[in-house]
């Protein structure tokens, strides 16, 4: 048993030290920092209307203070319709602001989260956190969904996630409820706006029912890939969660790279002052027996 107590206490000084470390180092470093200076990060594609300018808008009241200052522009001018345009705004600033790509965390950033997602579910690191996607430059069609969906929701807009799948693969976008109708939105593929709004920004439901106008839309993608991807849709429920548990899992993990190395020191105290005990013990018999 005691034996057992010292190598245990040495496992726990070596494992409160190492999370302790890692807090210090997230405390330290900007998420952002941490996860840019790693390698194999997603490159930007020309292609796309990626607008390094708008980085600063680093979290989700940013990014609302600057869409609400860009709809205070138009609504002087008289054009604003609130209900229409500040979906479409939106949608715009988040195409700008993310090229493609996968944000996860990783040493630095939610280290915990990195760590169980190794030995688990590789997808449990992909961050789905608005706050913590808008510190990247980068984020998949569901990331950036999820930032749509969490600024809409704030301006009041009901809206539902929306799951393509065929058999090249699957894509993640959304549709927001204004005017009496559902309205897609895709920012991640960044199909053509200006089409997509002659059409007063159509449902998933008239795009899949509309192949000519859908490929007019994402010309810039092969024909065979847009109309099999737009083949199967299926709805989400409205303003329900979407990511019910990688949420709570990152928030909780998040919390935890900084804490745990508090738990394992007072672990170790625990173990250290019973084995200090156990260790006093023989020489306390001893002494007993030899009382005169």
Not at 77 to 98: M, N, S, T
């Amino acid at each position: 048993m005691k034996r057992l107590l010292f190598i245990l206490q040495i496992g726990l000084f070596i494992a409160m030290n190492f999370f302790l470390l890692q807090a210090i180092y997230e405390i330290a470093v900007p998420l952002q920092a941490a996860h840019n200076s790693s390698k194999g990060s997603p490159q930007y594609n020309s292609d796309e209307e990626y607008d390094p300018s708008l980085n600063r808008l680093n979290s989700v009241s940013a990014f609302m203070a600057y869409c609400d200052s860009q709809y205070a522009v138009t609504a002087a001018a008289g054009q604003g319709i609130f209900e229409k345009q500040y979906p479409k705004l939106v949608q715009e600033v988040v195409r700008k602001r993310f090229y493609h790509g996968y944000s996860h965390y990783g040493p630095g950033n939610n280290h915990l989260a990195s760590l169980v997602s190794k030995f688990t579910i590789s997808g449990l690191s992909a961050i789905v956190i608005p706050d913590d996607i808008l510190k990247f430059p980068y984020a998949a069609c569901s990331q950036q969904s999820l930032v749509l969906m969490k600024v809409l929701q704030k301006k009041g807009f009901k809206t539902r996630k929306i799951a393509l799948s065929g058999k090249t693969g699957g894509h993640f976008c959304i549709e927001v409820y204004y005017k009496g109708a559902w309205h897609f939105i895709d920012a991640d593929m960044e199909p053509d706006f200006a089409l997509l709004d002659a059409y007063n920004m159509p449902s998933i439901a008239f795009l899949a029912a509309r192949p000519d106008v859908l490929q007019q839309a994402y010309k810039q993608y092969p024909k065979e890939q847009v109309l099999d991807l737009f083949s199967n849709y299926s709805y989400g429920k409205v303003n329900a969660p979407a990511a019910p548990r990688a949420y709570p899992f990152q928030k909780v993990t998040q919390f935890l790279s900084y804490t745990l190395w508090s738990f394992f020191l007072l672990a170790f105290i625990w173990v250290r002052k019973k084995y200090l005990r156990l260790s006093h013990q023989p020489y306390v018999r001893h002494c007993r027996v030899h009382l005169p």
